[in-house]
């Protein structure tokens, strides 16, 4: 564990500029929660004892870490060093059950989790950029179901933040992602492009990387997690809560 948080600090040390960005974004995001909860959702979230909300972020956090594990391409898409899990799945039945603060801090111990079993094959980069991606997703999903809880809003407000998923996720490849994932390694741009355009001959530059690859690659992940929580959600709901859903 003294090794993890070492090899953390080293590698943030040597990219400063990320981590302001990426403190930035957490608290923006931990903010847009809070202020959601507080406003927009006031009085319609379920109740739960506090150490009942922090066992169940917990035991979420600790299946979503390890389905970090399990990762896979999705051929003709993307190119293979983007890699898609099912991470996000107990996420967002935890942002469902607690609301989309809860959701954010599973979302964030799950990637702790994972660095504690697997480590980092991206300086941490690709781990915080799971982090803010994946937020875009629990927390407008999350935000749109409580404001009505039933079958068609949470169809909606999955809809809605696999939507914000492609969407934040293309513009943050095109802008950070990629030419840092081509600094950190000494890979030219243009090959990583390259690689894109392999797979799709419109993929000729970052923007359009993002917008061909990217974009349906987040999009395919989103309705494919989406897809099975509206199959899952209610049977485990009530278990969460501790009473009938």
Known sequence: MSNLFKSLFEALKENLSFV????????AIAALSVLAEKTLLKGRLNK??????????????????????????IPFVAP??????L???????????MGPTAGVIIELVKIFVKLVLKGTTTAYVGDFANFFIGCTLIVPASIVYHLKKNRKTAALSLAAGTLCMAVFGSVFNAVYLIPKFSELYGVPLEAIIQMGAEINPHITSAWSLALWAVAPFNIIKGLGVSLIT????????GLIRGHNA
């Open 48 to 73: 739960m004892t506090p150490t009942r909300r922090t066992a169940t972020c917990a035991m979420l956090a600790a299946a979503a870490g390890l389905l970090m594990l399990f990762e896979f391409p």
């Open 87 to 97: 991470s996000e799945l107990p996420v967002l039945i935890g942002a469902f059950s």
């Open 230 to 237: 509206m199959f899952i959600y209610k049977p485990l709901s």
């Open 20 to 27: 302001l960005v990426s403190l930035a974004a957490a608290a």
């Open 80 to 85: 293979a060093f983007y890699e898609a899990d």
